[in-house]
């Protein structure tokens, strides 16, 4: 299984992305992503942030495949801001499509807990 920083890397590439752009549709400061991206960090966080950056990175890795608003196109970076945030809801795109997102993020093996119950 690829490495966060190694899923992050190819949805720049793939998704025609900045770094700022992914921290925008992440939710999360430009340097900590940025952390992740150029040095392999780690995120450190709660369990239940960890898995919504999980999440909402296999729904911009899933938009991404389809095509779905991605890669974005050659636009203005004052346009781009807005460009992400049209294209980052949780409810873009059909019924049928969101229904398979979730469906496939539900049926994801869960991880085993790690340290105190």
């Known amino acids: 299984m690829p490495t966060l920083q190694r899923r992050l890397q190819a949805v720049l590439k793939d998704g025609n992305l900045t770094i700022a752009d992914l921290a925008r549709w992440l939710d ?39 095509k779905d608003g991605f890669p974005v196109p050659r636009m203005s970076w004052g346009k781009r801001k807005s460009y992400i945030a049209d294209h980052s809801g949780p409810h873009q795109g059909c019924c049928e499509v969101e229904t398979e997102m979730i469906h496939s993020i539900a049926l994801r093996p869960k991880q085993p807990r790690r340290g105190p119950v």
């Open 28 to 66: 999360k400061p430009d340097p900590t992503v940025r952390g992740w991206i150029n040095r392999g960090l780690k995120p450190c966080c709660p369990a239940r942030d960890l898995e919504e950056i999980l999440d909402a990175l296999e729904r911009l890795e899933w938009k991404i495949r389809k």
